[in-house]
């Protein structure tokens, strides 16, 4: 009873808090789409492509708010089962950084650069949540700057760094940023749900990770994760 109470609290907080994150993203979208159609009909190519841009970010925005949605009420359920597979994680890695350069903001960039054994056992869809988050949040919390996947791994664990040079979180919240809905106070005109993080954390744990963080207000976060590799 107590879990399905709390289950349902979190539903409608949800609900209410998306409906209202869900407004932004929507009126965005619509307004791109007809601008996009206006430069196209007077050939203005370099306009029609600026807007299609920004209905991408739009449309990604609205999918990452659903996918935390989903995840956060798989976890509540305990439905979340652990599917292990051995990949190779310099290609995995690989390819996320490759999507992701679809969506960080202009004049940003990633790199990443990997050190060590390829191979690990683990649940690539949890894995591939977790580090589309972190860089999510790394591009979205950073203006035009460098953001960097590092992975390095031994015979036993991989450690995993993403860093960016954003802006920060401050030194007094930073003791709250897992909790769910979390948002800290210099976040103000960046969309968010504060839910990224709290899945990521249990998604961590799931996998018999840790994960730590350091950051510096006005200079940037770096995010650390430490995988058992089996
Ligand atoms: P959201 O980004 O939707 O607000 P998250 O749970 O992903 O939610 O993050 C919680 C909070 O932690 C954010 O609102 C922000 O204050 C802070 N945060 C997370 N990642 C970063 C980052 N890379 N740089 C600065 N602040 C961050």
């Not at 708010?65 to 956060?72: A, G």
């Not at 999507?99 to 690990?120: A, W």
């Not at 998604?203 to 770096?222: C, D």
């Amino acid at each position: 009873m107590e879990r399905e109470r709390a289950l349902s609290e979190l539903k409608s907080r949800f609900v209410s808090m998306a409906s209202h994150e869900f407004r932004t993203p929507l009126s965005a979208l619509l307004s791109s789409a007809a601008l996009a159609q206006q430069y196209l009909e007077r050939g203005e190519a370099s306009k029609t492509i600026k807007h299609i841009e920004k209905i991408k970010a739009s449309v990604k925005n609205l999918n990452d708010i659903l996918n935390d949605f989903l995840s956060l009420d798989k976890l509540e359920q305990g439905g979340v089962q652990m599917s292990i597979t051995r990949f190779d994680l310099r290609e995995f890695a690989e390819g996320i950084c490759e999507e992701m350069e679809n969506f960080i903001k202009p004049g940003q960039d990633i790199s990443m650069s990997f050190d060590g054994p390829v191979d690990i056992d683990q649940d690539q869809h949890i894995l591939r949540n977790v580090l589309i988050n972190l860089l999510s949040n790394a591009s979205k919390y950073s203006g035009e700057e460098k953001i960097q996947l590092v992975v390095a791994a031994t015979p036993d664990s991989v450690s995993i760094r993403v860093i960016d040079k954003g802006i920060g979180i401050p030194e007094h919240q930073q003791q709250h940023i897992f909790g769910r809905f979390f948002r800290a106070d210099n976040t103000s005109n960046i969309q968010g749900t504060g839910l990224g993080l709290n899945i990521v954390k249990r998604y961590v744990e799931l996998m018999k990770g840790s994960i730590a963080f350091k950051s510096e207000l006005g200079v940037g976060t770096t995010f650390h994760i430490e995988l058992p590799r089996a």
